[in-house]
């Protein structure tokens, strides 16, 4: 029985890897740098996601290169939800580590968990034009609960 448990994590890592290869390829003018934790002072501009089991509304966001957004994410699910920022290799890296140990405590500046019913903010600075994702890491969210945002150059 564990050595079948084991073999499963080791299909599952590779499945990973394989979506991982696949998401290079098809940003390959991906910028590296999705951005930094942004000054709360210097917003200019709100934009509310709703969380649902599991779903993102809007999925895709455009903003532009440079600018500071406050993100509300309002969970109206019935399940906790965060919302993560970044390259599809650190989501993917962030959610299979969830997925190995779910019960590992995890926090990041580029993250905000939300509660069923409540909201939450994360204020991020967008550095260069390109595309950056979010996700909700969590186990068995993470495959259908993905965005984009464009962000478009100066
Ligand atoms: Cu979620």
């Given at each position: 029985?564990?050595?079948?448990?084991?073999?499963?994590?080791?299909?599952?890592?590779?499945?990973?890897?394989?979506?991982?290869?696949?998401?290079?390829?098809?940003?390959?003018?991906?910028?590296?740098?999705a951005g930094q934790?942004?000054?709360?002072?210097?917003?200019?501009?709100?934009?509310?996601?709703?969380?649902?089991?599991?779903?993102?509304?809007?999925?895709?966001?455009?903003?532009?290169?440079?600018?500071?957004?406050?993100?509300?994410?309002?969970?109206?699910?019935?399940?906790?939800?965060?919302?993560?920022?970044?390259?599809?290799?650190?989501?993917?890296?962030?959610?299979?580590?969830?997925?190995?140990?779910?019960?590992?405590?995890?926090?990041?500046?580029?993250?905000?968990?939300?509660?069923?019913?409540?909201?939450?903010?994360?204020?991020?600075q967008f550095a260069?034009?390109?595309?950056?994702?979010?996700?909700?890491?969590?186990?068995?969210?993470?495959?259908?609960?993905?965005?984009?945002?464009?962000?478009?150059?100066?």
């Amino acid at each position: 029985m564990k050595k079948i448990f084991i073999a499963s994590v080791l299909a599952l890592g590779l499945i990973q890897v394989g979506t991982t290869a696949q998401a290079y390829q098809d940003n390959e003018e991906e910028s590296a740098a999705a951005g930094q934790l942004g000054d709360p002072g210097k917003v200019s501009r709100t934009i509310e996601i709703i969380m649902v089991d599991n779903r993102f509304k809007p999925d895709e966001i455009e903003v532009k290169q440079g600018e500071t957004v406050k993100f509300v994410l309002r969970n109206t699910g019935k399940k906790k939800h965060e919302m993560m920022i970044g390259s599809m290799a650190q989501l993917d890296k962030h959610a299979k580590m969830l997925k190995q140990y779910p019960d590992m405590e995890h926090s990041d500046s580029s993250m905000v968990s939300v509660d069923p019913g409540k909201s939450g903010e994360l204020v991020w600075q967008f550095a260069e034009a390109g595309t950056v994702n979010f996700a909700c890491p969590l186990p068995g969210h993470y495959k259908g609960m993905h965005g984009r945002i464009i962000i478009e150059a100066k």
